[in-house]
């Protein structure tokens, strides 16, 4: 925990950063110059908001900073995860593709759980409209279709979910259908536009937007808890939130796009190790209390994963950080059976009540690393009379959990620097194979709320854009032009906003020269 702020810093412009995680919620308090001013960890509670005032209570104590002096407040939150996976609290949608006749021989969400399906999706309707992979129309859309869709769907659900065929390279007809619903729905009828959250494959595309409109009263319930935390503290800061890709987002743009939430625990823990180590490139590994996740540092950013992801079951294709996850952490159990295991099960928030360090029952892998001498923790003479075969095999198989999943997201077989953060990183040997060097920067402990504290403001877009209609510079000035429009829409300061990455993918298997562009920008955000 860093010292406590001398008294002329006041007058700073603080930043506080929050990131609830499964076991831990974590809290930093940083100055204008993005130093540490102080950290704490509070375990994660039930109800989540509870967890979240015990840790910000906690760290304005350590900062001995008066709560008016954070202006801002950033969070990284599991909310939405955690309502996909365990089936809570997700909104009826509305689902309505515009495809037809083209695409009617495959159902909307088929390929979706039988249970989240009927809990998610009380009606679905293949109208006409949509578009050719060049943006010339598929078919003409019918306003009454979608007028009478809507009459249907009144009463029935909370949010209405868009996909049109090629929306991603022409948003006409579901800008105009959203409009058409709102118009008979209600302004406040939320409606999610597949082209803005996805990239080109429709199926993925549209499970992604159903998800997204699913999600965005989870996503209202979260952020007024964390508001009211705030209000409750009386911290007078402006309220971000953490996106997947590492980058943050306003409030309002998060009520838009919740699904971007997704993920971005470990995002913001590969931004924390990337300021935290001063690398630009390396494997970062965060190890929690209930899981590791392994993901890679490219240019300062997570990089991206090319595959689709599964999300509680659902095939999607928005944009996601290219990680692995584990069931390996602090608070994971020790399998004493034919071979030592350690998880992937974990005791989770309840370390301190069931660890054998703190008087309970359970072996963990924290009571592993106290054994040897890791770390000082709770009461190591809980922990002297573990066999020495059982606290060998069992940091022996963490280890080669490591090692091998390290290998899995190598592009070579060179050795390369790992950044190890998270609360758990405690559980680290000395030395991994195919490793060149282990850095446990300071204030590793806390790398995610840091992350998310410290982040920029992104935006990105993945578009086909055809050049038998505009030439290649044109199309990539374009791209630039969306990304860089997003990144303003989603709270950067126009001024600071830079072009990140440029990734040009000829499409051979399309007609015509339709070339596929994604870009990101990112800039820092607008005070």
């Not at 022409?170 to 597949?194: F, K, T, W």
């Not at 399998?335 to 660890?355: F, K, N, W």
Request: net charge negative; glycine share 10%; aromatic share 4%.
């Amino acid at each position: 925990m860093a010292s406590p702020a001398t008294p002329e810093k006041v007058s700073d412009v603080f930043r506080l950063g929050i990131d609830v995680g499964g076991t831990n919620t974590d809290a930093v308090i940083l100055d204008a110059a993005d130093q540490v001013v102080a950290s704490a960890k509070s375990p994660t509670t039930a109800d989540v908001t509870t967890g979240i005032v015990n840790a910000l209570q906690a760290v304005l104590t350590a900062s001995q900073l008066p709560s008016t002096a954070i202006r801002y407040a950033m969070l990284g939150t599991t909310h939405c995860t955690n309502a996909i996976v365990t089936r809570r609290g997700l909104s009826s949608v509305g689902v309505i593709r515009l495809g037809a006749p083209a695409t009617r021989a495959v159902e909307p969400l088929i390929t979706w759980p039988a249970d989240l399906r009927q809990m998610v999706c009380p009606q679905a309707f293949i109208l006409h409209g949509g578009h050719e992979y060049n943006g010339e129309p598929l078919a003409t859309l019918d306003p009454r279709e979608i007028r009478a869709a809507a009459q249907q769907l009144k009463g029935r659900v909370r949010a209405v979910a868009v996909t049109g065929v090629f929306s991603p390279v022409n948003s006409e007809h579901e800008l105009r259908a959203r409009d058409i619903l709102q118009e008979e729905l209600g302004d406040d009828m939320p409606v999610s536009l597949s082209g803005e959250i996805g990239s080109v494959s429709l199926l993925e595309r549209e499970n992604a937007t159903v998800l997204n409109a699913a999600l965005i009263a989870v996503a209202r319930t979260a952020i007024e808890g964390f508001e009211q935390a705030i209000r409750q503290l009386h911290i007078p800061a402006t309220l971000f939130l953490g996106q997947n890709d590492g980058s943050l987002m306003s409030v309002d743009y998060a009520l838009r796009y919740p699904i971007f939430t997704i993920a971005s625990g470990p995002a913001n823990s590969i931004r924390g190790a990337a300021y935290l180590s001063q690398l630009r490139d390396a494997i970062v590994i965060d190890i929690g209390g209930t899981t590791t996740d392994i993901g890679i540092l490219q240019k300062g950013f997570p990089r991206e994963s090319a595959l689709a992801v599964e999300i509680g079951g659902v095939r999607t294709n928005f944009r996601m950080p290219d990680l692995v996850s584990i069931g390996l952490g602090g608070g994971s159990r020790v399998h004493q059976t034919d071979e030592i295991r350690v998880g992937p099960d974990s005791v989770g928030y309840r370390l301190t009540e069931e660890a054998k360090v703190f008087g309970g029952q359970q072996l963990t892998a924290t009571d592993l690393a106290v054994a040897t001498g890791r770390i000082q923790l709770g009461d190591p003479g809980q922990v002297q009379a573990l066999p020495k075969r059982v606290v060998e095999a069992g940091l022996a198989y963490i280890s080669r959990s490591l090692e091998d999943n390290i290998d899995r997201m190598k592009l070579s077989a060179n050795p390369v620097p790992v950044v190890a953060v998270g609360g758990g990183s405690i559980l680290f040997p000395e030395q991994l194979r195919g490793v060149s060097m282990i850095i446990r920067p300071p204030h590793y402990e806390v790398a995610n709320a840091i992350g998310v504290a410290i982040a920029q403001v992104s935006g990105t877009i993945d578009r086909v854009f055809a050049l038998d209609t505009m030439s290649r510079a044109q199309a990539l000035a374009e791209a630039e032009r969306l990304a860089r429009g997003r990144a303003c829409v989603a709270g950067a300061d126009a001024a600071s906003v830079e072009l990140l990455d440029l990734e040009e993918i000829p499409l051979a298997y399309l007609p015509g020269n339709a070339v596929r562009i994604k870009a990101k920008a990112a800039g820092t955000l607008k005070l």
